[in-house]
């Protein structure tokens, strides 16, 4: 069984994370990692029936973000913020860009366009 | 229903790439991170399970069912379509599970280490060398620190002779630029 929720941190949100996804850990659709990046598929309805964290997402993504910029927007952690984005790709109220995979990371000219980037900002 | 990318059609997503800055606690690595970001380090939480079992060296002091960590990071904008991430990582031991994820696609870190602590970068390093994920040793040149050379450093750290080391100052943006070009190029150096 779980431990007391007095063991839970300090410095949380009233809501639990875990409250606001229903219990769920996991994404419904998609694979987030911290520097997925995301964006909304429209504009902000004040009257779309999200949960004000998932309305929240939708504001903060009207232009590309990634997965780590959100969580420390919305002050949640990252996992909950994943949950909350699977459901919102599963609506189609998101695009995402998952990260390259593991290994292999980054093609060559990447790497190349990263240095002259930090040569020359 | 694998339209995601069809929903997005005329919207080109950038590219994200990811660059740790690992080190033991106090060793400066929100300071790198915020000497290079163009936007002040934020900071983002996970929540972990069962932390520290076992493992957990604060003695007198039970373990936590919930741990939270949490990660500094900062961004670089290379252009519309390409942005670095750069993500400090939580420093104890006892978290570097932790970093299995963080790892996970890093094209590489940068392990920033103090002359005079430099045993504790061994972990770091230990963990970087198994993952095979490519790295430099960045010393950050603390006033007050005994001045070494990066030879010296490279072999009280018992370093692969091609792992670069570099002298730095973590306060400086130019000084942090270059030893992530130091990795950037290390990461170019390797055989594919």
Redesign the interface.
């Known amino acids: 069984m779980e431990a007391p929720q007095e063991q839970w941190p300090d410095a949380v949100p009233v809501v639990r994370p875990y409250a606001m996804t229903s219990g769920r850990t996991t994404p419904v659709r998609g694979a987030f990692d911290l520097i997925s990046i995301v964006l909304a598929t429209r504009p902000p309805e004040p009257h779309d029936g999200l949960h004000p964290e998932s309305a929240q997402i939708i504001r903060q993504s009207q232009e590309p973000v990634s997965v780590a910029e959100l969580a420390a927007e919305l002050d949640l952690p990252a996992g909950t913020v994943m949950v909350l984005l699977g459901d919102l790709l599963s609506q189609r109220l998101i695009v995402t860009r998952s990260p390259t995979p593991a290994r292999g990371v980054a093609s060559r000219p990447v790497l190349e366009a990263v240095i002259h980037g930090l040569r020359t900002l | 229903m694998d339209?995601?990318?069809s929903?997005?059609a005329p919207?080109v997503?950038?590219?994200?790439?990811?660059i740790l800055i690992a080190g033991h606690f106090g060793v400066g690595k929100t300071t790198m991170v915020g000497a290079v970001s163009e936007i002040r380090p934020?900071?983002?939480?996970?929540?972990l399970t069962d932390a520290g079992i076992g493992v957990d060296d604060l003695s007198g002091v039970e373990a936590?069912?919930?741990?939270?960590v949490a990660?500094d990071?900062g961004?670089?904008t290379?252009?519309r379509d390409?942005?670095?991430?750069l993500?400090g990582t939580p420093g104890q031991d006892r978290f570097s599970f932790l970093w299995d994820?963080?790892a996970?696609?890093?094209?590489g870190a940068v392990v920033l280490a103090d002359t005079r602590r430099l045993k504790e970068s061994f972990a770091c390093i230990d963990y970087f060398e198994e993952r095979e994920t490519p790295f430099v040793v960045a010393v950050n040149c603390f006033e007050g620190g005994e001045r070494f050379t990066p030879a010296d450093v490279q072999l009280a750290l018992n370093l692969d002779p091609g792992t670069p080391v570099l002298m730095c100052d973590a306060r400086d943006r130019t000084s942090s630029?270059a030893v992530?070009?130091a990795l950037?190029?290390h990461?170019?150096s390797l055989p594919?």
């Open positions: 339209s995601v990318r929903d997005a919207v997503l950038p590219t994200a790439v990811k934020l900071r983002t939480e996970e929540v936590k069912t919930h741990t939270t990660m990071f961004r670089i290379i252009s390409l942005v670095l991430y993500f994820e963080l996970s696609g890093a094209i630029r992530l070009v950037l190029q990461v170019l594919v």
